[in-house]
């Protein structure tokens, strides 16, 4: 404020208070009151109610959400039918390979003696994405298809795995699992697209934002 600042925008906070007893309202509102634009977020706790943060009249809560750009990768599975997902950027031959589904979930381990699915592409449910690298590396898997939860819905959210693989969201991923359930030797291949620009359904909230109503104020 003593900086003459116009615009204030600041991603934290500890949950919902009572606003004439939360640090920030209080400092917000001062600024606010001088005709500072106040931004803030309102919270990553997952879709549970009551849990909004940041939600007092004089600042703008901020969402968490998507933009019009993707980090595409398409599973192309051995009839042609292209599945589209996100992708870990990473050296992979194009080539088909077979696929092997890990009916381990949240683990994607299998049998130690099983040594049967060297070099294929895995393809598992889990919930994190980093802890079951490890696994699918020590079976000599060639790649890793990864399919978010079905709670997680549509949003997809990458983080580094140093290993070739594509995200899918769970409806994808559901459509991928009836091929591998229903095909005989099911195969397909993993193509890398990069940046794509102007992806459809934007703006949408992402399901770890939090989810209201307000616990500090009806308003």
Not at 95 to 121: A, F, G, K, V
Request: glycine fraction near 8%.
């Amino acid at each position: 404020m003593k900086d003459d600042i116009g615009i204030l925008s600041i991603s934290l906070g500890s949950g919902s208070m009572l606003l004439d007893q939360d640090p920030i309202d209080i400092g917000s509102f001062a600024a606010a009151s001088k005709g500072i634009f106040i931004s803030f977020s309102g919270r990553n706790f997952r879709p549970n109610n009551f849990t909004l943060n940041n939600e007092a009249s004089w600042m703008l809560t901020m969402a968490t959400n998507n933009v019009d750009r993707s980090f595409r990768a398409s599973v192309k599975l051995r009839s042609g039918k292209v599945i589209l997902g996100l992708d870990q950027p990473s050296n992979f031959l194009e080539s088909s390979l077979p696929l092997y589904n890990s009916t381990e979930l949240l683990t994607c381990n299998m049998d130690p003696l099983d040594d049967s699915h060297r070099s294929s592409i895995w393809v598992c449910e889990a919930d994190g994405r980093r802890d079951v690298v490890a696994p699918v590396k020590s079976h000599g898997a060639k790649a890793l298809i990864f399919i978010s939860l079905k709670k997680v819905g549509a949003t997809n959210i990458l983080s580094k795995m140093d290993f070739p693989g594509v995200v899918l969201a769970n409806k994808e991923g559901s459509d991928l699992i009836s091929y591998l359930i229903s095909g005989s030797n099911p195969s397909a291949s993993i193509i890398f697209n990069g940046t794509v620009l102007g992806v459809s359904s934007v703006p949408a909230m992402a399901w770890l934002f939090s989810r209201g109503s307000s616990q500090a104020t009806s308003g």
